[in-house]
């Protein structure tokens, strides 16, 4: 890989300017307005993977954004690696939270600053650039294949019609994603572990229309009240939830595994500090490192009713609404859980109001396996890199597809990524190190090398 290295080293600020314009286009897929933005992000994409030498791109319809693809077949003899990644953001609101603008990326304290900077634009684009180092030195090992998607932020909702549809063309290995977080830049790791998800819409509707809370109040329920009261009740005095059968699935760490988890470093004073936190708060009986991994949650995302303009309006609300998700755990199973919140939440709403319960996205917690020849690939790759072997990370966020990709292709997934906690994902002041970047595209071919190696 000594060519390949070079040519990466010659062409680090190239690769830089293409990240910078993929990043200023604002591919938002929850937002509609931004629907001829997400689509220029595929088609610069497919553009720079031809560039990459890659054959075959082509934008792939589906039922929402299309899928970017691509491939370079070397030898059918060889291993072939199915490369993940996705191309939409999330929203950058609120604008005014930003200390630069979101989609204006710009470099500051070693780090690239922007929506999509991490997640997953960044990360994504080390895979291409790669793969275009590794063929440009005729050094890449194994087949390849590309599928990037738009609808990643959303629920992926057209992606398992798409691995359903194109099975024999999809076919691989394994999958290779950067889409996670190490530790820190001096303690790699490879996440082994994610929670799934289960993300629910409610409103709480008391009247015909928005009263005079003079007129009315302390007759008519105040739903913006009776949603407050009807959150807090999801969990008790130790913040377990409180939603029955919740835990029914839960699969328990033993107390090695739990020893093992805790040793990852972690220093709670440096936690609080960068968050500004006067303290945590969580599940009784669990660490932070086991409540932002191994335990499910819920929480609320958002909450909204009544009269939030300038000044005062004196007004009984009508209505109130909130979105709710829950991150789940190992042998949970994401539609059985939004099934029993819409029963517990329905049963628990006072007969002085109607409830209407919506799921939207979910997904399934994933454990991949560390015995397997790909995952030795990626950590001898991570090792040269970093000068130490990572280790095996649990990570509390979700990425629904992972299930998809085993259930579907039968494929096991390397959790690859190269981003970090302190990222700020999906929030204002997204950011990604300019080390991770490059270091990413630096590790990406040694996986390659060493899983054609390995595989033989």
């Known amino acids: 890989m000594e060519n390949t290295q070079q040519f990466i080293n010659a062409n680090k600020q190239r690769f830089l300017d293409e990240l910078f314009d993929l990043l200023r286009i604002p591919s938002v897929s929850a937002d509609p307005k931004f629907k001829g933005d997400v689509l220029k992000a595929a ?9 990459a030498g890659m054959n075959n791109v082509e934008l792939m319809a589906t039922d929402g954004n299309p899928i970017v693809y691509g491939e370079k077949i070397i030898d059918a003899s060889k291993p072939t690696v199915l490369v993940y990644g996705h191309y939409d953001v999330q929203p950058a609101d609120p604008y005014e939270l930003w200390t630069s603008p979101p989609f204006e990326p710009e470099i500051r304290d070693e780090k690239i600053w922007a929506r999509g ?5 960044g990360q994504t684009y080390m895979h291409v650039k790669a793969i275009e180092a590794m063929i ?12 990037i998607e738009g609808e990643e932020e ?3 909702v057209n992606l398992n019609p798409f691995l359903e549809k194109y099975k024999d063309k999809l076919k691989a290995d394994v999958v290779l994603i950067s889409d996670t977080s190490m530790i820190a830049n001096d303690c790699p790791s490879i996440t082994v572990g994610l929670r799934g998800l289960s993300y629910m819409e409610v409103e709480v509707v008391s009247s015909n229309r928005d009263l005079h809370s003079g007129v009315y109040g302390g007759a008519v329920a105040n ?5 407050c009261e009807m959150i807090a009740s999801l969990k008790d005095e130790n913040k377990h939830i409180t939603i029955p059968g919740f835990y029914n699935d839960v699969r328990e760490l033993s107390a090695d595994e739990r020893k093992g988890l805790n040793s990852s470093p972690f220093n709670l004073e440096e936690y609080k500090k960068e968050l500004k936190l006067t ?22 995302n958002g909450i909204w009713g009544g009269y939030i303009g300038e000044g005062a ?11 709710i998700s829950m991150r789940l755990v190992p042998n949970q199973n994401s539609e059985k859980i939004s099934n029993l919140f819409a029963e517990h939440f329905k049963k628990i709403a006072p007969k002085s109001v109607t409830v209407k319960v919506t799921a939207h996205h979910g997904g399934e917690p994933v454990i991949t396996p560390t015995d397997t020849v790909a995952y030795r690939a990626a950590s001898k790759a991570m090792e040269k890199t970093f000068g130490i072997v990572p280790l095996p990370g649990y990570e509390g966020g979700s990425i629904p597809i992972v299930a998809s990709f085993e259930s579907i292709l039968g494929l096991k997934t390397i959790l ?9 994902l999906h929030s204002p002041n997204e950011n990604y190190g300019l080390f991770n970047f490059y270091k990413g595209i630096e590790t990406i071919p040694y996986f390659y090398q060493n899983y054609a190696e390995m595989s033989k």
């Open 43 to 51: 088609e610069f994409l497919a553009e720079k993977l031809k560039v």
């Open 136 to 147: 440009a030195n005729n050094e890449l090992l194994c087949n390849v294949k590309v599928i």
């Open 313 to 323: 309006k004196t007004v009984l609300p009508a209505k109130a609404n909130a979105k």
């Open 223 to 227: 739903p913006i009240n009776v949603l």
């Open 279 to 300: 303290e945590v708060e969580g599940e009784k009986g669990y660490t932070t490192l086991e409540r932002t991994s191994i335990r499910p949650t819920v929480d609320v």
């Open 154 to 156: 959303v629920g992926s």
């Open 416 to 424: 690859f990524g190269f981003g970090l906690d302190t990222d700020a």
């Open 117 to 121: 900077a991490c997640d997953d634009k």
